[in-house]
């Protein structure tokens, strides 16, 4: 099974993203390439930090599932190498941009699309502040979060609002084992 987690900036997705995968031994989350540059205090693990021309050159060989532009970076998942035989992580799962999110649904229409969204843009900003984007990109990025919930919504991602976030997971973990029984 695919799983794609999007939702805006600094609603706390990332954080979910690592607890949820951690709880759950048959998850396994895709490490992104991107061309933007590291934010202070993050790990140099969380991407694969890369150049343009690299990233085009993958691209020039169809070493993407998906790829999209966003706010002026390229971001893009690899195409996945096959689980290792006896390897219990089977189900993958995605944490892109909405863009993204319709590339694999086109591809995969079967694919579990999850919205995380934070309780009001107010929370949003302070996240952002607090995680050290510059004052004009939180800007930007609380502007076109509307826009990304509406694009959600037009692909019928189910939406999960993080609050607290045990609850976020454990709502993560319900509706993923749901659409594993389905
Ligand atoms: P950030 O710069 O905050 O890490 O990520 C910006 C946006 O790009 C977020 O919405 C994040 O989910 C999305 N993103 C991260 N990796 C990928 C990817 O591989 N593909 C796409 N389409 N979006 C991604």
Redesign the pocket.
Known sequence: MIVVI????GVG?GTAVARLVAADPRLRLSR???T?SPRPQESADH?VFTSRAEFEARIAVAGFL???E??G?L???PVPEAPDQGDDASDLV????V??AAQVQARFPEVLLLFIDAPSRETQRQRLVGRGDDPAAVERRLAIADREAAAGQVLGAQVVINDELDDTVAELLRRINAARRR
Request: aromatic share 20%.
């Open positions: 999007s939702g805006p900036g997705k992104s390439w991107t933007r991407y998906e790829w999209a966003f706010q970076e971001y893009g998942s995605l944490e892109i941009d863009q993204g």
